[in-house]
């Protein structure tokens, strides 16, 4: 974790955490032959694992509890995982939820319980643990209680929606995060350095800005770095990683996004919040990041349809015409010439005025048709194209506004007569809804004058 220990070297005669036979050592990717085998060398993860935090302190005291492990990919969660089994001095055993199944599970909590019998524990790492359905989950339960295994699960997701609510209360959540491009760097630096588990033997010649280079194409996950590292070690020619190297190896540099993931909700969240803060610039950059990672255009249009509707609404009815012209463009060009017309939708959203009085008007209506349940339509504001209903009343005592002065029958209600009138809309003192506000309150305070007297 800290910038400043120096490289270890593992004994070639010595297996590593995962139990590699050092024979075998050269043909293991790079990234799994520099996998830290002690907490000093894990790289990033300050707050989580600062000398005497609490969990270290836990760790380095072999004191481990079961946990849920939740952190973008590339931030050291299987590391961690081998780790805590190691300053147990536990056995460590690993599934994939992606490649595992029920009958996989029993066979290693057998195991598992076996050696519990036998005197010594075993630490269980579940990769993925979100991609197991409530009865897989469920399966783990009574072996965490009795303390069968030492539960770690590695998640991606947001383990409030994605992990059952029995099985989070027997875990405690640690939340990992993304490394910081100069703690990839110092990760990379190492594995030149390193000519046991390393690059250290080749004689490899790379500039810091280079590394740098490498380290921000990572995008924060240490093993694409250290892979990105490898591949452009094969292909230097003469010992040396030079500029037309790099650019080979970053040709097809991605950022992480998670389509339908956490990621994902949270920069649409991003984009939605900047455009109703009126931060064009701020909207416009998430706009881009979902783009850039593969978001499809036609939903982006239609979130930003909502958003003319809900956060702009009157004060700019404009908005609205011009996010379903956007949309319509898009929908026309397509890729990448029709993705400038929802840019230029979202800087107009983000800069205009803003209101979101008819959103909160129709929420308060809806509300009062819940609670006033099934109501009769007062009998002047009733259809009557029958003789009957005419002799009913329907229709009886309708004024046409448009023959009362001043075009409004003030002393008419629009209300059922157990409701009375009621007031939903307040248009706020931005863009239009300054002039819909100032009209509307004239009315109100006439209609009210005109049922009093």
Not at 99 to 106: A, E, I, N
Request: net charge negative; hydrophobic share 40%.
């Amino acid at each position: 974790m800290s910038d400043t220990v120096p490289p270890r070297k593992t004994p070639a005669s010595a297996p590593d955490l995962l139990g590699h036979d050092p024979a075998s050592e050269a043909l293991r990717p790079l990234a799994e032959r520099m996998r830290p085998q002690t907490l000093d060398e894990m790289v990033g993860q300050r707050r989580l694992l600062a000398p005497g935090s609490a969990l270290r302190r836990a760790v380095e005291a072999g004191r481990v509890h079961s946990m849920i492990l939740w952190g973008p990919p590339g931030c050291g969660k299987t590391t961690l995982a081998l780790l805590l089994a190691k300053y147990a001095d536990a056995e460590f055993r690993a599934i994939s939820a992606v490649l595992s199944g029920l009958p996989d599970v029993r066979v290693v909590l057998a195991e598992a319980a076996q050696r519990f019998a036998d005197g010594r524990r075993t630490v269980l790492f579940v990769d993925e643990v979100h991609r197991f359905n409530k009865a897989q989950q469920d399966a783990f339960l009574p072996h965490i209680e009795r303390g069968t295994i030492l539960f770690v699960g590695a998640t991606t997701e947001n383990p409030s929606f994605e992990l059952n609510s029995a099985l989070l209360s027997r875990c405690r959540v640690h939340v990992m995060e993304a490394v910081s491009t100069e703690d990839i760097g110092e990760a990379l630096r190492r594995a030149l350095a390193d000519s046991e588990r390393g690059l250290g033997g080749q004689g490899l010649d790379v500039s810091e800005e280079a590394l740098q280079q490498i380290a921000s194409a990572a995008d924060g996950d240490v093993r694409r770095g250290l892979t990105l590292l490898e591949i452009a070690a094969e292909l230097a020619e003469g010992g040396g990683i030079t500029e037309a190297t790099l650019a080979q190896v970053l040709a097809d540099r991605t950022r992480r996004f998670d389509k339908g993931g956490e990621q994902f909700y949270d920069q649409i969240s991003a984009l939605h919040k900047s455009v109703r803060s009126s931060n064009p610039d701020a909207a416009l950059y998430w706009l881009a990041r979902m783009l850039d990672g593969g978001c499809d255009p036609a939903y982006l249009a239609r979130r930003l349809t909502r958003m003319a509707t809900e956060d702009i609404g009157l004060a700019d009815p404009r908005a609205q015409t011009m996010a379903l012209e956007a949309w319509d463009t898009y929908e026309r060009l397509g890729s990448p010439e029709g993705e400038l017309a929802l840019a230029q939708l979202t800087i107009y959203l983000a800069s205009t005025a803003k209101s979101n009085a008819a959103y909160v008007a129709f929420k308060a209506a809806r509300r009062d048709v819940a609670e006033y349940g099934t109501q009769d339509v007062p009998l002047h504001l009733r259809n009557a194209p029958t003789r009957l209903m005419k002799q009913l009343g329907y229709a009886k005592g309708y004024q046409y506004d448009h023959d009362a002065e001043g075009g409004i029958a003030l002393d008419q209600t629009g209300f059922p007569d157990s409701m009375g009138e009621r007031t939903y809309y307040e248009p706020v003192e931005r863009g239009l809804e300054i002039k819909l506000g100032e009209k509307l309150r004239r009315l109100r305070e006439a209609r009210e004058r005109a049922r009093r007297g």
